[in-house]
């Protein structure tokens, strides 16, 4: 892997840092509160429309948490059966010259999209997109990775989509991912709001340390951005119906599910936080995304989880359905390892019985 970080030497002219904090200084932030505002947001920039649009809807959220923008943009390697010269404007030149040539575009891109009230960082890497990407979200110690996707319902979206589900399985920090339905509003899909009219978040949640981690980062973004949460469960046609044949039965068995659905959310919730809960019966990635364009949701929460085998696989199809047919953005939250650690004072506030 060659590196080639242009803001990590002494040339200051690719970043720009208005009003430096002490979290930035440092460089390390380990030991502040994972629920607290982001402060660092990492953008990959492929100088496409989309990643032109995202980096647009990245500064805006940047600006509502007073954040600073990294803008990373991979040199990846020349296409294979690509012919030497093929481009006479890069032809002849090294690594280096691509690299000055990419910070130049980058710096009157951030120009043209970037407000001017955000402070950013520009870096240039070297090698295979989401290994860069992935490393530099470790290397800078990022709150956030905000990318757009390339989705398609067919098993050729599934093929396309590698980098994005290398990104969401492979990343330690939260990833928001834009579609392109989403970015172009085609389709069924929702207006693209500003992050600033986030009002309505949806938290698709198992009972379980996912579940968990996906409810504790939606509560967080539902109090930075004073939106509403509804939190949702959905429960399997198979388990409603399998040992269930009666009418009766299978009422008891939903009415069991809500119970304990609403129960496990008030035990994993503040008392001070109003949010919604609802069950829906179906298979999971289409029901709970038929409630987000019913509900209007701007943003759907979702807890990911790392598998082997064949769960890996069926993992990595539902991904790929769900953001080709998602009608906003998903932030998609990894589970951290040794399961959710809860801040002390969340810790303090959290109900243990439901009253």
Same mark, same amino acid.
């Given at each position: 892997m060659a590196l080639i970080d242009q803001a990590a030497g002494p040339d200051t002219s690719v970043s720009r840092t208005d009003w430096p904090t002490p979290e930035l200084a440092d460089g390390s932030r380990s030991n502040l509160d994972p629920m607290a505002p982001w402060k660092r947001i990492l953008v990959p920039v492929d100088f496409s429309l989309e990643s032109m649009k995202t980096l647009s809807y990245a500064s805006k959220l940047a600006q509502s948490l007073s954040a600073c923008l990294d803008i990373v943009h991979v040199l990846t390697t020349r296409p294979r059966g690509a012919r030497v010269g093929a481009v006479p404007l890069l032809a002849g030149l090294d690594r280096e010259d691509l690299a000055e040539a990419a910070r130049a575009k980058l710096l009157a891109v951030i120009k043209r999209k970037v407000h001017w009230q955000v402070p950013w960082n520009v870096w240039i890497r070297d090698g295979q997109p989401h290994r860069e990407i992935l490393e530099a979200a470790a290397r800078y110690d990022v709150d956030a990775l905000v990318l757009h996707t390339r989705s398609k319902p067919s098993l050729e979206g599934f093929v396309d989509q590698g980098v994005t589900r290398r990104l969401v399985f492979g990343a330690s920090c939260p990833v928001l991912a834009i579609p392109p339905q989403v970015l172009w509003q @085609?389709?069924? &899909? #929702? *207006?693209?709001? &500003?992050?600033?009219?986030? !009002? =309505? +978040? #949806? /938290?698709? =949640?198992?009972? @379980?340390? $996912?579940g968990e981690n996906a409810l504790a980062r939606g509560l967080a973004l539902a109090r930075w951005f004073n939106a509403r949460v509804t939190a949702f469960n959905v429960l399997r046609t198979g388990r409603l119906y399998s040992h269930y044949r009666p009418t009766g039965a299978r009422n008891r068995r939903f009415v069991q599910t809500k119970s304990r659905f609403r129960t496990w959310v008030h035990r994993h919730a503040p008392?001070? $936080?109003?949010l919604d809960m609802c069950v829906g019966v179906g298979s999971p990635a289409s029901t709970f995304l038929r409630a987000a364009r019913h509900?209007?949701? !701007? #943003? +759907?929460?979702?807890? =990911?989880?790392?598998? @082997?085998g064949w769960r890996r696989l069926r993992a990595l199809r539902t991904i790929s359905r769900i953001l080709a047919d =998602? *009608?906003?953005? /998903? #932030?998609?939250v990894p589970q951290p390892p040794g399961g959710l650690q809860m801040p002390a004072a969340a810790v303090s506030t959290t109900r243990d019985q439901v009253p």
């Open positions: @085609s389709g069924e &899909s #929702l *207006p693209l709001v &500003s992050p600033d009219h986030w !009002h =309505t +978040i #949806l /938290i698709p =949640t198992e009972m @379980s340390r $996912v008392p001070d $936080v109003h509900m209007r949701a !701007h #943003l +759907i929460v979702m807890g =990911t989880q790392q598998f @082997s =998602t *009608p906003c953005p /998903i #932030l998609c």
